[in-house]
Nanobody, 121 residues
Framework: EVQLVESGGGLVQPGGSLRLSCVAS????????IGWFRQAPGKERKVVSC????????VYVDSVKGRFTISSDNAKNTVYLQMNNLKPEDSGTYYC??????????????WGPGTQVTVSS
């Protein structure tokens, strides 16, 4: 059974940092792409970043470039999202998603239950 479990969310002040983790199981990790999505209350779920495990290619939404870094530890079937210089607009529920070879979309793929990130002073 495919399972994705996020962790690492919490409350942080603006300018602070968090590292999110996504542990995957139930599929061949190396053949998939793993994405991080954010959903703020009352808003659509949107992609933040994605890494294609097959080749290591990464993508980021413009608003997080230079602040967030996505990476993977393939031996641990884990993807990380290092978030630095956090801003209030980064707040929301962060979901980990997986799709075969290509990055998942907001509606297609396997999803974890999410972890809450709140950036506030």
């Amino acid at each position: 059974e495919v399972q994705l479990v996020e962790s690492g969310g919490g409350l942080v002040q603006p300018g602070g940092s968090l590292r999110l983790s996504c542990v995957a199981s139930g599929f061949t990790f190396d053949d998939y792409a793993i994405g991080w999505f954010r959903q703020a209350p009352g808003k659509e779920r949107k992609v933040v970043s994605c890494i294609t495990i097959t080749n290591g290619l990464t993508v980021y939404v413009d608003s997080v470039k230079g602040r967030f870094t996505i990476s993977s530890d393939n031996a641990k079937n884990t993807v990380y999202l290092q978030m630095n210089n956090l801003k209030p607009e980064d707040s929301g529920t962060y979901y980990c998603a997986a799709a075969y070879l290509d990055c998942p979309s907001s509606t297609v793929g396997y999803w974890g239950p999410g972890t809450q990130v709140t950036v506030s002073s």
